[in-house]
């Protein structure tokens, strides 16, 4: 089950009731791009009046890239530096990172990565801690 976007309206204006000091609201998962309520929480996070920071980590695969035009309007709405996608990596070599999600991954979370840097996203990779040289 996901969270709906009438979830996360209703938190945001609890925050902003209470006078929390939120800046940033990050979406993390799973996948956020699983979640056909994103675009409007997306929407609703970047349009408050406070000018709040979104951060969306996801994996850069295919659930992404069926929100490409959705992630372009977001963009050119509210602008890249206030939208920030964190790309999760396992690994820096795709063979170890493919033992955490599947073959083919490691390639596919770069072209994701590569289409969002192309597009003038604000991107951050978070890597995992774990690895040895032997796994």
């Known amino acids: 089950m996901y969270l709906s976007a009438a979830e996360v309206a209703a938190f945001l204006d ?3 009731a209470l006078g929390a000091p939120v800046e940033t609201v990050g ?3 799973g996948e956020p791009f699983m979640n056909r309520a994103l675009p409007a929480m997306l929407v609703d996070v970047l349009a408050r009046p406070c000018r709040l920071t979104a951060i969306v980590r996801t994996n850069a695969m295919a659930p992404l890239g069926q929100k490409r035009a959705t992630l372009l309007a977001r963009r050119d709405r509210f602008g ?3 939208l920030i996608l964190r790309v ?3 690994h820096l070599r795709a063979d170890r990172h493919d033992l955490e999600r599947g073959p083919g991954s490691f390639v596919n979370a770069m072209e994701g990565l590569a289409w969002l840097a192309r597009e003038g996203f604000t991107v951050h990779v978070a890597g995992r801690a774990g690895f040895t040289e032997e796994t």
Do not use: Y
Request: hydrophobic content about 25%; overall charge negative; glycine content about 8%.
């Open 80 to 82: 890249p530096e206030r």
């Open 27 to 29: 979406f993390t998962g």
């Open 88 to 90: 999760s990596l396992d």
């Open 14 to 16: 609890e925050a902003e």
